[in-house]
């Protein structure tokens, strides 16, 4: 099972603190026809060895063209396979670059909301002691009203007398 990369992982930082057996099959996981293109190249020495010491100049021939081929293929191959993973290196770069736009998008808008939601806080508080300033006023004025009409039952009692 490949790794798939996160928007936030490095990618060349992560090959460069891998250890050496995982960076191998990383690597061959990225461009799988240049190990069997060495592999093959590998295999076509050895019978042309082989050929060599048992005597058959045709056949260690053969396997030398082969040889030179399977190397020729296998340049081919980790060429295009360079190309094609530098390229798609390049589009997930530009797409974490885009991700990060939006992140820093994302945390603008949500920064101006909060300051929004922070202004209306502070407009709401002042709105309420406003309002409960207005109360205790209305209560102190309704206190005096009483008091002041129990003074003059008082008074109207006492001249009722």
Known sequence: MSRMPSSFDGGDDDVKEMPFM????????QQPLVPLGTLLTTGAVILA?????????LKA???FRW?????????VALI??????????????SKEEQMREKAKVREQLWIQELERRDK???YR????????????????????????LK???IQIRGQAD
């Open 120 to 122: 209306e806080t502070h």
């Open 49 to 57: 060895a082989k050929n060599v010491r048992g005597g058959n100049k």
């Open 61 to 63: 021939q053969i396997y």
């Open 67 to 75: 040889r030179v081929g399977l190397q020729a293929a296998t340049l």
């Open 151 to 153: 003074d003059l039952e």
């Open 22 to 29: 995982e960076k191998i099959v990383f690597h061959c996981k």
């Open 80 to 93: 295009a396979g360079s190309y094609v993973y530098g390229s798609a290196v390049q589009q997930q770069k």
């Open 125 to 148: 508080k002042k709105r309420a002691e406003l309002v409960r300033m207005r109360a205790q006023e209305d209560e102190e004025a309704i206190a005096r009203l009483q008091k002041e």
